[in-house]
């Protein structure tokens, strides 16, 4: 009996200094890993990617484990002045501002202020029924999904254009076909979003995301371009294939100041641009990124529940690929389903993208660059999320799989 006890006694040591040797050279491996700056040849390859597209600048932020694992800024701030492009410059980041709208909406909604069944006309204060279909409500959900049947033809920086008191040809922001049935991207919906925000919370649509997500989670960013540092905003450039030459969009960060001075709550939100307006880091956006990775929380704040966060990444449609402000795509990663949004507006592209079983994911902003598509993405941001995926994110999966695993301790 004794020498049995012995010999486990033994075997427990030998098992636990293997499970010490193996927990510290994991932490050795993954302190190396997050303080890396990425090999040279990767950094060389997205280099030579930006020649070859004609890019200004492109900032990188990878996610891996759930942690913020790198960041690296190249190219170009501004070309005419050669600023070099840091990890603190703010991007107008385009279409990827939706998903604040919708992630503010779902606060209200579990504050009970909201459903998302509700009827946007009646949010709104002015009729917004399709003509073809005016038996059919138009929801808020409809709104965030895209399934509204609303279009852009007649313009969205004015709620004006869909409000037939003020704009005969109303009927024109209608499609063809019932209301909640069809896919169709839309930045009407998300000014109309924007402004449901405003007047149901009280406070004002930039100073709402300020508050309820950007400052819980400690991110510098916002809406409303005068509440910002211009110094940080990285200038914007339009790509023309024909002179292959990349011209300022200082439109970009104008300031409206006349319009907010003469501000109607309630109705002229679309001056912030809920649909696209967001002034943000690749750095801060990687964080707000992990926060829907995590399914609603970020370092113990928690924005909006587990169940809310599932409802904005699962698909509104049965056979679509889109949730609430949030798309699914499982074609930018081989044998991965990924969760984002892209953006375009002003000669940028911006891409945010996770995993959130994995819990990996990379945010993508050029400044400027050929925006020719390929597969479906503009091909400079395709092909760098691709080699940040097999350069950062699976090769350290591929090491830490033989780190101690049940199988080769057995």
Same mark, same amino acid.
């Given at each position: !009996?004794?020498?049995?006890?012995?010999?486990?006694?033994?075997?427990?040591?030998?098992?636990?200094?293997?499970?010490?040797?193996?927990?510290?050279?994991? #932490?050795?491996?993954?302190?190396?890993?997050?303080?890396?700056?990425?090999?040279?040849?990767?950094?060389?390859?997205?280099?030579? !990617?930006?020649?070859k597209?004609?890019?200004?600048?492109?900032?990188?932020?990878?996610?891996?484990?759930?942690?913020?694992? *790198?960041?690296?800024?190249?190219?170009?701030?501004?070309?005419?002045?050669?600023?070099?492009?840091?990890?603190?410059?703010?991007?107008?980041?385009?279409?990827?501002s939706?998903?604040?709208?919708?992630?503010?909406?779902?606060?209200?909604?579990?504050?009970?202020?909201?459903?998302?069944?509700?009827? #946007?006309?009646?949010?709104?204060?002015?009729?917004?029924?399709?003509?073809?279909f005016?038996?059919?409500?138009?929801?808020?959900?409809?709104?965030?999904?895209?399934?509204?049947?609303?279009?852009?033809?007649?313009?969205?920086?004015?709620?004006?254009?869909?409000?037939?008191?003020?704009n005969?040809?109303?009927?024109?922001?209608?499609?063809?076909?019932?209301?909640?049935?069809?896919?169709? *991207?839309?930045?009407?919906?998300?000014?109309?979003?924007?402004?449901?925000?405003?007047?149901?919370?009280?406070?004002?649509f930039?100073?709402? #995301?300020?508050?309820?997500?950007?400052?819980?989670?400690?991110?510098?960013?916002?809406?409303?371009?005068?509440?910002l540092?211009?110094?940080?905003?990285?200038?914007?450039?339009?790509?023309?294939?024909?002179?292959?030459?990349?011209?300022?969009?200082?439109?970009?960060?104008?300031?409206?100041?006349?319009?907010?001075?003469?501000?109607?709550?309630? *109705?002229?939100?679309?001056?912030?641009?809920?649909?696209?307006?967001?002034?943000?880091?690749?750095?801060d956006?990687?964080?707000?990124?992990?926060?829907?990775?995590? *399914?609603?929380?970020?370092?113990?704040?928690?924005?909006?529940?587990?169940?809310?966060?599932?409802? !904005?990444?699962?698909?509104?449609?049965?056979?679509?690929?889109?949730?609430?402000?949030?798309?699914?795509?499982?074609?930018?990663?081989?044998?991965?389903?990924?969760?984002?949004?892209?953006?375009?507006?002003?000669?940028?592209?911006?891409? !945010?993208?996770?995993?959130?079983?994995?819990?990996?994911?990379?945010?993508?902003?050029?400044?400027?660059?050929?925006?020719?598509?390929?597969?479906?993405?503009?091909?400079?941001?395709?092909?760098?999320?691709?080699?940040?995926?097999?350069?950062?994110?699976?090769?350290?999966?591929e090491?830490?799989?033989?780190?101690?695993?049940?199988?080769?301790?057995?």
């Open positions: !009996m004794a020498q049995q006890g012995e010999r486990k006694m033994t075997s427990m040591r030998t098992s636990s200094l293997l499970v010490f040797g193996c927990l510290l050279t994991t #932490v050795l491996f993954w302190g190396s890993w997050a303080s890396a700056e990425g090999s040279p040849q990767f950094e060389e390859t997205i280099r030579q !990617m930006m020649e597209h004609h890019a200004a600048g492109l900032a990188v932020a990878v996610v891996k484990n759930g942690e913020l694992a *790198y960041t690296r800024s190249f190219g170009h701030k501004d070309l005419e002045t050669s600023t070099p492009l840091s990890d603190g410059n703010i991007f107008r980041i385009a279409s990827i939706k998903s604040f709208s919708a992630t503010s909406v779902m606060q209200l909604v579990e504050k009970g202020k909201l459903n998302l069944s509700d009827s #946007v006309g009646d949010l709104v204060g002015f009729p917004v029924r399709n003509p073809k005016p038996e059919t409500a138009i929801t808020l959900a409809m709104l965030l999904s895209h399934t509204s049947s609303l279009n852009d033809k007649e313009g969205y920086f004015r709620l004006d254009v869909v409000n037939p008191a003020e005969k040809n109303a009927g024109n922001c209608y499609n063809d076909y019932r209301p909640g049935t069809k896919f169709l *991207y839309c930045n009407l919906n998300f000014n109309l979003v924007g402004t449901i925000i405003e007047r149901v919370s009280g406070e004002r930039d100073q709402y #995301v300020k508050k309820h997500i950007l400052d819980p989670l400690q991110l510098d960013g916002g809406y409303h371009v005068g509440a540092d211009a110094s940080r905003f990285a200038t914007l450039y339009s790509f023309d294939a024909k002179q292959i030459k990349l011209t300022p969009s200082p439109e970009a960060y104008a300031p409206r100041t006349e319009e907010i001075d003469h501000y109607q709550f309630g *109705y002229s939100t679309p001056v912030f641009s809920p649909t696209g307006g967001m002034k943000i880091s690749a750095k956006l990687a964080r707000y990124m992990t926060m829907h990775m995590n *399914y609603g929380e970020l370092g113990g704040v928690r924005i909006i529940s587990e169940a809310s966060s599932i409802t !904005m990444q699962e698909p509104f449609l049965p056979s679509g690929r889109y949730g609430l402000a949030l798309m699914i795509k499982k074609d930018l990663i081989p044998g991965k389903t990924l969760i984002g949004h892209t953006g375009s507006a002003y000669g940028l592209y911006s891409m !945010m993208f996770f995993e959130p079983k994995e819990k990996f994911g990379f945010v993508l902003i050029t400044n400027g660059c050929d925006g020719a598509k390929s597969e479906g993405y503009v091909a400079l941001l395709r092909d760098a999320a691709r080699l940040a995926y097999e350069e950062l994110v699976q090769e350290g999966r090491e830490t799989g033989t780190f101690c695993s049940e199988d080769s301790e057995k």
